[in-house]
DNA sequence: CTTTGTTGATTATCATGGTAACTATATGGA
DNA sequence: TCCATATAGTTACCATGATAATCAACAAAG
C-alpha cells in the first residue's frame, strides 16, 4: 500500500466542498487520515515480517491455523476465504510455506479433492519467535500514532 | 491490501496477553480494527477507480498536479516523492497516463534530465467526473462504520 | 578540459495481488 | 448407469508494487 505523504488540509477539502457539496469534509478527513496510518502501519509490518523470512500473508496463514487448532487442518479454499485472499494466492503461498517447513499438508481419505493444511513444529515455533515483536511494533506505532 | 475476515476478539487477545505480557491488549486490538477498516475502504475505493478506467495510484498523480497547480508540472520523482511510490513505478504509470490522454510531458529546456509532467484537459475532466463519487463513496463508508 | 561524482529517468527483474480457464473428484437426477 | 453440475485445487496470465542496475545530463574539482 501507499498514501500521499501529505494530505490535503482542511482548508484544501473546504475548498473541494464548495465544488461536491455532497462532501463532507470531517468524513473525508477521517477516512484520509486513517488510511495513511494504515498504510504506516501495514509497510512497517511488511517489513518486520520480511526480516523474519515472512510475510503479512505467511503470517495471517500461520496465525489462523494456530488459532483453529484443528488437528485435520483447515482446506486450502478455508485459509482462502478467512485471510479474505484469492484461492490461487492461497495455493502458490502455501507451497511456499511447506517448501520453507512451515506447514504439512495431507490429502483427505474421504474427499480426494480436499487437501488439509496444518502447521509444523517448525511452524508454531516460527509462530512463537515472531510474535512478541509484532505485538511491541503494534504497541509503539499505536502509541506514537498522534490521532484524532 | 487485504485481512482477516474475522478479527480476534479481546478474549482471545487477552490469551495471548498471558504469554506476551509484552503486548497491549487495547492497542493491538484498535491496530487491527483499523488495518482492517482500511482494507476494506480501499478495496472501494480500488473497485471504484477501476470502474473509471483509473487505478487508486492514478487518481492520486492526477489530484496531485491539479492541488500544485503548476503550469509547468513536476517531474516524475517529485511526484513519487508526494504519492510515496517508487521513481519506476512513477516512471511506468505516467507513461499509461500519457498513453491516455490525461497527462502530458515537456522536456526542461535548462536541464536535459528532467521531464516536466502537467494534467491535460481530458486529465482536469476526468477528475471533475470522478470526484463526487468518490467523495460519497468515502462518506457513505465512514457513516456506515460502526467504529470503537 | 577532463575526470569524478550526482541526479533524473528508465530498464530489467522479482514479488505478490488478481481473474479466467482447466483438471480431477464428487454428487444428483434422468 | 451415465450425464450434468458443482466443488477443490491448480495453472496460466496479467497488474502493480519493489529494488538493482543502467544511461544521460549536469556539476564540481583538479
Redesign the interface.
Known amino acids: 500500500?501507499?498514501?500521499?505523504?501529505?494530505l490535503?488540509s482542511r482548508e484544501?477539502l473546504q475548498s473541494?466542498q464548495t465544488?461536491?457539496p455532497?462532501?463532507?469534509v470531517d468524513?473525508?478527513h477521517?477516512?484520509l487520515h486513517?488510511?495513511r496510518?494504515?498504510?504506516l502501519?501495514?509497510r512497517q509490518l511488511d517489513n518486520y515480517f520480511a526480516a523474519n523470512d515472512l510475510s503479512t500473508?505467511r503470517y495471517?496463514i500461520l496465525i489462523?491455523l494456530e488459532?483453529e487448532d484443528l488437528p485435520e487442518g483447515l482446506m486450502v479454499s478455508e485459509l482462502a476465504?478467512?485471510?479474505?485472499?484469492s484461492r490461487p494466492v492461497m495455493t502458490r503461498t502455501v507451497q511456499t510455506l511447506v517448501d520453507d517447513g512451515l506447514l504439512a499438508t495431507r490429502a483427505c481419505d474421504n474427499d480426494g479433492r480436499i487437501k488439509r493444511v496444518r502447521l509444523t513444529v517448525a511452524g508454531h515455533d516460527t509462530l512463537n519467535r515472531v510474535?512478541?515483536g509484532y505485538?511491541?511494533l503494534?504497541?509503539r506505532?499505536?502509541?506514537s500514532d498522534t490521532r484524532l
Open positions: 500500500m501507499f498514501f500521499l505523504k501529505e490535503p484544501i473541494y465544488r461536491f455532497a462532501m463532507n468524513n473525508v477521517d477516512a486513517m488510511l496510518q494504515a498504510s502501519l501495514m500473508l495471517l489462523v488459532r476465504e478467512r485471510v479474505d485472499v510474535l512478541p505485538y511491541q503494534i504497541d506505532f499505536m502509541a
